[in-house]
């Protein structure tokens, strides 16, 4: 079975500051790991697929296997990055379905 | 805009009632997938089309059901509705049922009093 776990349901930073969401996963297979974002009131957005290895806005998130994380972080928040953050998992095939965590929502204080 | 259409916004109904949340896919999307948004419960993956056939069944009720038509749009259909049903409904396309991105829409909120 498929786990993903967002053990922050919120997290404050100041502007500047740097940010770390994290998000710990389980699955036996060989995973594809996402990052969504949700600004107030809009759409989920796709924020980083790891397999990019993209960065999108300043943030970056590595795979890590060994610790089954994918931490999304970034050097210095800005008040834009205010938002629900969703960690999403599915097998690397792309033919289980997307596997949500619960989210963390960011905010980031001025 | 990520080219997902999601009609109504917002429904509210009442217990025992059946309502159709309806999803048209971006141009060209083959795959049009169904989630549940809930407080407790988060973002939950419901059912998956491909081309008009069911394709993934998750954590769907059987008072729920879906289908896709011949031009890709699809609907979710809540039946005996209760409380508990209240709660975002996104639907989300893709290019094909492999490894695509999901697009997803702007959700229709169901409120069920």
């Known amino acids: 079975a498929q786990r993903v776990t967002q053990p922050e349901k919120l997290l404050s930073v100041f502007k500047g500051a740097p940010v770390e969401l994290k998000c710990n996963y389980s699955?036996?297979?060989?995973?594809?790991l996402f990052w969504y974002v949700q600004y107030s009131r809009q759409r989920l957005q796709l924020l980083l697929r790891?397999?990019s290895r993209e960065s999108i806005k300043g943030f970056t998130a590595d795979l890590n296997k060994g610790e089954t994380s994918f931490h999304l972080k970034k050097p210095f928040a800005q008040e834009e990055d205010s938002a629900m953050y969703y960690c999403a998992l599915r097998d690397y095939s792309g033919n289980t379905p997307l596997v949500f965590g619960k989210g963390t929502r960011l905010s980031v204080i001025a | 805009d990520s080219g997902v259409t999601q009609t109504p916004k917002h429904l509210i109904t009442a217990t025992g009632q059946r309502v159709t949340l309806r999803c048209s896919p971006r141009s060209g999307d083959l795959s049009v997938y169904w989630y549940q948004q809930s407080l407790d419960q988060g973002l939950q993956f419901l059912i998956q089309?491909?081309?008009?056939?069911?394709?993934a069944k998750g954590n769907i009720l059987e008072r729920f059901s879906a289908q896709q038509f011949p031009d890709l749009h699809s609907e979710l259909n809540l039946s005996s509705l209760e409380l508990g049903d209240s709660a975002l409904y996104f639907c989300a396309s893709s290019l094909s049922q492999g490894p695509d991105i999901q697009y997803f829409g702007a959700g229709t909120r169901l409120s069920v009093l």
């Open positions: 790891h397999i």
């Open positions: 699955y036996s297979g060989s995973p594809e």
């Open positions: 089309y491909y081309n008009g056939e069911e394709r």
